[in-house]
């Protein structure tokens, strides 16, 4: 199964847990790491490129810090120009139907601080990730079970690596990708 990663992150040169979970899984021979930072210019990709990367491959991994309850306007500006009607949805829009889409995210903040008991948050991951697992079933992807990297301005070299191996086992695992979400 051909895995696309897409690394969306505003400046990945300074980031640590982005960064280092983009190399985790970069040499693996089945994916694709691909940084939409140097892919953006002047605030435009290339959609046509773009489009046959998500068809040349099987399983979409979104990889992305979780920015103030969203996605960096990196990934929200590449999903407003690359996931067009007539291409991922709409009429004749069938391109991504079927596959699998990962999400894989971390947050600057502890578990705790995404549960519905908290009184800051009042939501927990499941529900505030709501608005991309909607974007999956419109356009006919599976979501499998998001990766979350918590407290991630805190966590420790070994947690970090610990996670990056628990990454890189996600996707050498043909079997995880047929996983989905209820």
């Known amino acids: 199964m051909r895995t696309l990663v897409v690394v969306a992150h505003p400046d990945l040169t300074s980031s640590r847990i982005t960064a280092r979970l983009a190399e985790a899984v970069s040499d693996l021979a089945h994916v694709t790491v691909?940084?939409?930072?140097?892919a953006c210019r002047d605030g435009r990709f290339d959609i046509a490129r773009e489009q046959q990367l998500?068809?040349?491959?099987?399983?979409?991994?979104?990889?992305?810090p979780w920015y103030w309850y969203s996605v960096p306007a990196v990934l929200k500006a590449w999903i407003d120009q690359v996931l067009t009607h007539g291409f991922a949805y709409g009429s004749g829009g069938s391109a991504l139907r079927g596959k699998t889409l990962q999400l894989v995210t971390s947050t600057g903040g502890p578990e705790e601080s995404y549960a519905a008991v908290d009184p800051t948050s009042r939501f927990?991951?499941?529900?505030?990730?709501?608005?991309l697992d909607a974007t999956a079933r419109l356009i006919g992807?599976?979501?499998?079970?998001p990766l979350v990297l918590h407290g991630a301005r805190t966590v420790s070299d070994e947690n970090l690596a610990v996670h990056a191996k628990r990454y890189r086992e996600l996707l050498g695992s043909a079997e995880a990708a047929s996983g989905t979400c209820p």
């Open 34 to 38: 691909h940084e939409l930072g140097p």
């Open 54 to 64: 998500l068809r040349d491959h099987d399983r979409i991994v979104w990889q992305f």
């Open 124 to 131: 927990t991951m499941t529900q505030l990730l709501a608005p």
């Open 141 to 145: 992807m599976r979501l499998a079970e």
